[in-house]
């Protein structure tokens, strides 16, 4: 069964109104959060803005993976996915993976 999220944007500096949607995943983000922190040689709030976002455009991605927009670029993504999947496995932030 997928995870739904509500997603909100809201500027800061209160400029542009606030932007927020509905939408569903099929991990857990809050799982995949909560197994990475530390993992990977960027600030937690980063880490943060990375998975979420990365989460989220790869749902859209393979959603719509047939699409001109996607299909070339839809190897590369599976490519990296498998990357950062070994690098978050164990790997501490500053450790070279390709070391192992």
Known sequence: MPHQYRVQVQSLDGEAPALQFECQNHDDIFAILALSKGKLAMSEQEQQAFIVGLKLFGEVMMQHRKDELFKEFL??????????????????VGTDPSRE
């Open 75 to 92: 190897p590369h993504f599976k490519q990296f996915m498998g990357q950062l999947k070994r690098t978050a496995r164990g790997q501490a």
